[in-house]
């Protein structure tokens, strides 16, 4: 492999980024090795690359790796896996998921990760054994982010996320919603939603993932009786749906919008937007794991996955 051509183009993106070495390779390789393989002199791991991949967009694009058969078989697997989880559809998730930790890279921290995170959101799905679901996420996230609590209490260290981390994030937001404690919840979905706003992501990857943020920050304003607020949050992330056709987070946004209006008078607008909410749910017949659109407005969940 051209290790110099490929150390050029990591040096380039992580400086494009804005980001240092030391920063770039928290959690995955010391700041000397990274420092190596800018230069040339290192041969990147399979391991780091995949880690530095998903912190730095576009970075996979400069190498075609010849993935083994059971590499594919894990790719396809977690796209299935959270194209259940979205749709709801809890027993096709459940198998898959079994099906993932039996063909794993015990080795992979990335593996490890995604398979935890994965459970933990299954399980807050189903309500099943909830006191396992902090826990499980924390222990996730703490796989390529050491001390993260650390980190996010000082403002002046900068933090590079993956898109994994940032479903981790998200789901802990909830979590500790869940469990009680709105002070924590808040904190940690207004950071993803002022970190999907500052950091220099590629744009249409950052576009698909922010309406999933700003809707349940939505939702946890929502709890709180903060509607106003949350119609906002609503708006932003039902505009970026529109302009990049991201419709399966669309029904969430505009239920949440419509509990909203509701609780403060505006019935003739929430009906619109659950008419709305409606019609995107009916035109694929996909009511999210309810019986119909009416259970699932009554539901007005939380936003566990998307793609």
Request: aromatic residues 10%.
């Amino acid at each position: 492999m051209p290790t110099y051509g490929m150390g050029d183009a990591i040096r380039e993106i992580r400086t494009r980024l804005g980001y240092t070495q030391e920063e770039m390779a928290f959690g995955l390789c010391t700041p000397g090795t990274l420092s190596r393989i800018e230069n040339g002199r290192a041969i990147i791991s399979k391991h780091v690359f995949e880690g530095l991949c998903a912190r730095m967009p576009g970075l996979h694009h400069v190498w075609i790796s010849c993935d083994t058969r059971k590499e594919m078989q894990r790719s396809r697997l977690c796209k299935q896996i959270l194209l259940f989880l979205e749709l709801r559809k809890m027993p096709e998730a459940k198998a898959a998921i079994q099906t993932y930790s039996g063909i794993k890279d015990k080795k992979s921290l990335f593996c490890r990760q995604f398979e935890w995170y994965t459970q933990a959101i299954c399980q807050a799905i189903l309500k099943e054994n909830e006191h396992e679901i902090l826990p499980k996420l924390s222990r996730a996230l703490s796989l390529t982010l050491p001390d993260y609590q650390k980190r996010f209490r000082n403002p002046r260290k900068a933090i590079v996320l993956s898109y994994d981390e940032v479903y981790i994030l998200s789901n802990m937001g909830i979590a500790h919603a869940m469990r009680g404690d709105p002070e924590a919840a808040f904190h940690i979905l207004y950071f993803l939603k002022e970190y999907m706003k500052k950091q220099h992501l590629d744009l249409l990857e950052s576009m698909n993932v922010s309406p999933m943020i700003l809707g349940n920050f939505a939702w946890l304003l929502k709890r709180q009786g903060r509607f106003e607020e949350a119609v906002k949050q609503c708006d932003n992330g039902i505009k970026i749906c529109c302009s990049i056709g991201k419709y399966t987070i669309l029904p969430h946004l505009l239920c949440i919008k419509a509990g909203c209006l509701t609780a403060s008078g505006n019935q003739k607008t929430a009906k619109k937007c659950r008419q709305q909410a409606k019609a995107v749910l009916d035109i694929t017949e996909e009511y999210r794991g309810y019986g119909s659109f009416e259970e699932f407005d009554k539901a007005t969940e939380p936003i566990y996955v998307t793609l």
